[in-house]
């Protein structure tokens, strides 16, 4: 199957349950595949060994946080010669120097908590042109 041919698949890397289960609401009901990591070292695990199109990243999570969690997987990604997956972090701290530091470890973009669905899906449309125009 063709990349192109298949539902975008998205990692959610989330420590909060309930703001998960509103991510893979919002996403599931517009077709997305999604995976669900709670932590830091769980969401550097599920992307090392599975494709995905796109992560969503929860930059403070236990066990290891979202910033070196995209360091890990940038690492790995060059390791193996693989185009890098965007990764958009999910922050409460969205000033200038803390989307600068997400920038500097190789994160995409950045989503400031709280967000709306509406912003989300905007996001979203950046990176799956396609999806405004209902081609999944």
Excluded at 57 to 74: C, F, K, L, W
Excluded at 80 to 108: K, N
Aim: hydrophobic content about 45%.
């Amino acid at each position: 199957m063709n990349k192109s041919d298949r539902v975008p698949r998205i990692l959610i890397a989330e420590d909060d349950g309930i703001s998960r289960l509103y991510i893979v609401t919002v996403l599931g009901k517009r077709g997305f595949s999604t995976a669900e990591a709670d932590n830091g070292l769980e969401a550097v695990h599920l992307a090392t060994q599975r494709e995905f199109d796109l992560i969503l990243m929860d930059v403070n999570m236990p066990e290891m946080n979202g910033m070196e969690a995209t360091q890990r997987i940038r690492a790995h990604e060059k390791k193996q010669g693989a185009i890098p997956v965007p990764v958009i972090a999910l922050t409460a701290h969205a000033y200038a120097e803390d989307i600068e530091a997400c920038r500097a470890v190789g994160m995409s973009d950045c989503l400031a908590k709280p967000f709306s669905e509406r912003q989300l899906l905007s996001l979203l449309e950046k990176f799956f042109p396609d999806f405004s125009k209902g081609k999944w």
